[in-house]
């Protein structure tokens, strides 16, 4: 299958930072990636549709101006948690969707994992 | 909100088939179902998809309904291994794209 990969796997920063993850396809081009949460003991929530040339589409109840993306290329996007609070902890993943694949199957990265002290 | 339910969890005895199913009654014509499995404290694993026809590769087989409305993923041969949270999905269209709403799955658990 396709390769998602991300970088960090784990972070660990203050409160009132700001951490990126990256988001990468290795053997494929995406226009479109996406961007999930998933806390402890729940299932993954989707935070945002990455587009690539164009601003991402945030799920109700996300703050854009916290959760900053950017699909800089067809294999690239960044999510960064600007001013990071404790209540930021989360496990972070991103998918990518493979065209090349019928009905446009997502692959998902190993997901990171953020502790904000 | 999901477009699928499934039981919440289910037991099967190592090397025994394990028989998960799904329930998605209002998936439209052209619709694919996807499976996904999430080991603890890793990203969703793709499994399988299917249209109307039934599907086999290498991990597991596929079976949909013919009103489409419900589907079985079959492990043929469960082993420890495969205990893992497991995601049946059917797309939301939403603002010209699709997207994933991931419900609660089923939480396998394979006993020796």
């Known amino acids: 299958g396709a390769v998602v990969s991300q970088h960090p796997s784990r972070v660990i920063c203050k409160s009132g930072t700001s951490v990126k993850i990256e988001c990468r396809s290795l053997d494929f081009q995406a226009t479109t990636m996406f961007w999930y949460r998933q806390f402890p003991k729940q299932s993954l929530m989707l935070m945002a549709t990455s587009n690539e040339g164009s601003k991402a589409t945030y799920e109700q109840g996300v703050e854009k101006d916290k959760f900053l993306i950017n699909h800089a290329s067809l294999t690239l996007s960044t999510l960064t948690v600007t001013s990071a609070h404790p209540e930021d902890s989360s496990f972070y993943i991103c998918?990518?969707?493979?065209?090349?694949?019928?009905?446009?199957?997502?692959?998902f990265g190993p997901g990171t994992r953020l502790l904000v002290l | 909100d999901a477009k699928t339910t499934q039981p919440t969890s289910m037991d099967c005895a190592e090397g025994r088939a394990a028989n998960l199913p799904c329930n998605h009654s209002?998936?439209?014509?052209?619709?694919?179902v996807y499976w996904y499995r999430q080991i603890h404290s890793q990203g969703p694993q793709y499994i399988i998809h299917?249209?109307?026809n039934n599907e086999t590769n290498e991990m597991a087989s596929l079976i949909i309904t013919e009103d489409r409305k419900s589907s079985t993923l079959i492990l043929p041969h469960a082993t420890l291994r495969d205990t893992a949270v497991y995601y049946c999905?059917?797309?939301?269209?939403?603002?010209?794209?699709?997207?994933?709403?991931f419900g609660t799955g089923t939480r396998l658990k394979v006993l020796a």
């Open positions: 209002t998936i439209s014509g052209n619709e694919y």
């Open positions: 998918s990518a969707r493979d065209p090349r694949r019928s009905g446009e199957t997502q692959y």
């Open positions: 299917g249209l109307k």
């Open positions: 999905i059917v797309r939301v269209a939403a603002s010209g794209t699709y997207k994933y709403i």
